[in-house]
């Protein structure tokens, strides 16, 4: 008998306080929709947390030097990207680093510049903090995203601009940045005094023959002029750890952020933050290097599917991340509309696509990181509802 792929194997994440999972009454719910993993992690990561746990005390924590040696360690070798530990402040997730990282680096009124459709969580940081969101769209043109370089200067120009925030790998529309892209942002921003905040959260999913390029590497005004914001919740599905990395080489901004952490009081993190961290990097390379054909299998299959079933649908390529962005315009109805449908008539949970903003209309963005017989059965129910 062949082995079983152990990405195959389904876990139940029902009535287990699963934020995918148990929002929803439906017992019948089929989940594709927020950004987390229905495998379970490395097992090193596992291994790691129980050796945690049955220590039994879990008071406040040092982190160790052992931290700082998995995060630079695990960008050095695998992104090319060197940093001084001394450049790294530790929090409880992106989202939060986000938030500081604006409230230290802006003034109310400031304006930050988004790429949008993306991740939802940008908007709510950068309107928390007072500031003003600048719409610098991607350019949707044969199937695919740009950036537009021509509007990105138009926008930039102004001097009430403070930051653009890049999502790099981009949330939801799958694209991995080029060197070339990354190099041509980076000018434009510098050029009018905008520094750059980059969230590469999804830099460890990025797909062959693509590759991770973080913007903080692209020479030495890029280090100096940017911020990178990495966590491994999303490779290694550790969202619910609370763990994440501020990489900032300007000392003078890297205090200010220091500052907002702390007024914001997200500038510990916990036992099994530290010790899962460290094992994912220094231990689950084996395990993420499995994982990730995985995902791209089930992206395939989807697209034959699609293909097969759903013609009038176009998938966007994925380059990056487990998050596939589907066309649905040919279908002439709004995504809210189509996902609150699926949802209620197929207890088809999807995202509608505005959601990342006005530029998203049309589309749906799909979790594909799941056992292949759970995507079978939410390709079928859209199938259904569409055949309906």
Same mark, same amino acid.
């Not at 929803?24 to 490395?42: E, G, K, N, Q, Y």
């Not at 500081?100 to 459709?117: H, M, N, S, Y």
């Not at 049309?362 to 594909?368: C, D, E, P, T």
């Given at each position: 008998?062949?082995d079983?792929?152990?990405?195959?194997?389904?876990?139940?994440?029902?009535?287990?306080?699963?934020y995918? @999972?148990?929002s929803?009454?439906?017992?019948?719910?089929?989940?594709? @929709?927020?950004?987390?993993?229905?495998?379970?992690?490395?097992?090193?990561?596992?291994?790691a947390?129980?050796?945690?746990?049955?220590?039994?005390?879990?008071?406040?924590?040092k982190?160790?030097?052992a931290? %700082?040696?998995?995060?630079?360690? #695990?960008?050095?070798e695998h992104?090319?990207?060197?940093?001084?530990?001394?450049?790294?402040?530790f929090?409880?997730?992106?989202?939060?680093?986000?938030?500081?990282?604006?409230?230290?680096?802006?003034?109310?009124?400031?304006?930050?510049?988004?790429?949008?459709?993306?991740?939802?969580?940008?908007?709510?940081?950068?309107?928390?903090?007072?500031c003003?969101?600048?719409?610098?769209?991607?350019r949707?043109?044969?199937?695919? &995203?740009q950036?537009?370089?021509?509007?990105?200067?138009?926008? =930039?120009?102004?001097?009430?601009?403070?930051?653009?925030?890049?999502?790099?790998?981009?949330?939801?529309?799958g694209?991995? @940045?080029?060197?070339?892209?990354?190099?041509?942002?980076g000018?434009?921003?510098?050029?009018? $005094?905008?520094?750059?905040?980059?969230?590469? /959260?999804?830099?460890?999913?990025v797909?062959?023959?693509h $590759?991770? /390029?973080?913007?903080?590497t692209?020479?030495?005004?890029y280090?100096?002029?940017?911020v990178?914001?990495?966590?491994?919740?999303?490779a290694?599905?550790l969202?619910?750890?609370?763990?994440?990395?501020?990489i900032?080489?300007?000392?003078?901004?890297?205090?200010?952020?220091?500052?907002?952490?702390?007024?914001?009081?997200?500038c510990?993190?916990?036992?099994?933050?530290?010790?899962?961290?460290? =094992?994912?990097?220094?231990?689950?390379?084996?395990?993420?290097?499995?994982?990730?054909p &995985?995902?791209?299998?089930?992206?395939? %299959?989807?697209?034959?599917?699609?293909?097969?079933?759903?013609p009038?649908?176009?998938?966007?390529?994925?380059?990056?991340?487990?998050?596939?962005? /589907?066309?649905?315009?040919?279908?002439?109805?709004?995504?809210?509309?189509?996902?609150?449908?699926l949802?209620e008539?197929?207890?088809? #949970?999807?995202?509608?696509?505005?959601? &990342?903003?006005?530029?998203?209309?049309?589309?749906?963005r #799909?979790n594909?990181?799941?056992?292949?017989?759970?995507?079978?059965?939410?390709?079928?129910?859209?199938r259904?509802y569409?055949?309906?």
């Amino acid at each position: 008998m062949a082995d079983i792929n152990i990405f195959d194997l389904p876990v139940n994440r029902k009535s287990t306080a699963s934020y995918k @999972w148990d929002s929803s009454s439906h017992t019948d719910l089929v989940p594709m @929709w927020v950004a987390d993993m229905d495998f379970r992690t490395a097992p090193a990561v596992t291994a790691a947390l129980i050796r945690r746990a049955q220590h039994g005390v879990f008071g406040y924590t040092k982190v160790p030097d052992a931290y %700082f040696e998995a995060v630079t360690s #695990w960008f050095r070798e695998h992104h090319q990207f060197r940093i001084d530990r001394r450049e790294i402040l530790f929090t409880t997730g992106v989202v939060p680093a986000i938030s500081a990282v604006i409230k230290a680096l802006t003034e109310p009124g400031d304006r930050v510049i988004v790429q949008t459709p993306v991740y939802n969580c940008f908007f709510s940081s950068i309107r928390n903090n007072q500031c003003e969101l600048v719409e610098n769209p991607l350019r949707y043109q044969n199937g695919t &995203y740009q950036m537009d370089f021509d509007d990105l200067e138009q926008k =930039a120009a102004d001097p009430g601009v403070k930051l653009l925030l890049l999502c790099n790998p981009h949330n939801p529309v799958g694209r991995s @940045w080029t060197a070339e892209e990354l190099r041509k942002l980076g000018q434009i921003c510098f050029r009018h $005094q905008v520094l750059v905040l980059s969230d590469e /959260i999804h830099c460890d999913l990025v797909y062959q023959p693509h $590759q991770h /390029i973080a913007f903080a590497t692209q020479g030495e005004e890029y280090r100096a002029k940017s911020v990178t914001f990495s966590s491994p919740s999303k490779a290694f599905n550790l969202a619910g750890l609370h763990v994440a990395n501020i990489i900032c080489a300007d000392e003078s901004f890297r205090k200010k952020i220091d500052k907002a952490l702390n007024i914001n009081e997200v500038c510990e993190i916990t036992p099994f933050a530290v010790d899962g961290l460290i =094992a994912a990097y220094t231990e689950g390379f084996s395990w993420l290097a499995e994982l990730k054909p &995985y995902i791209y299998s089930n992206y395939r %299959f989807l697209c034959e599917f699609i293909r097969q079933h759903l013609p009038q649908l176009h998938i966007l390529p994925l380059e990056a991340t487990y998050l596939v962005w /589907i066309d649905c315009s040919a279908l002439n109805r709004s995504s809210k509309k189509l996902a609150a449908d699926l949802l209620e008539h197929q207890h088809l #949970w999807v995202t509608d696509g505005t959601v &990342y903003g006005d530029a998203g209309e049309g589309f749906l963005r #799909w979790n594909i990181a799941c056992p292949r017989i759970q995507l079978q059965r939410a390709l079928e129910r859209f199938r259904i509802y569409l055949a309906e």
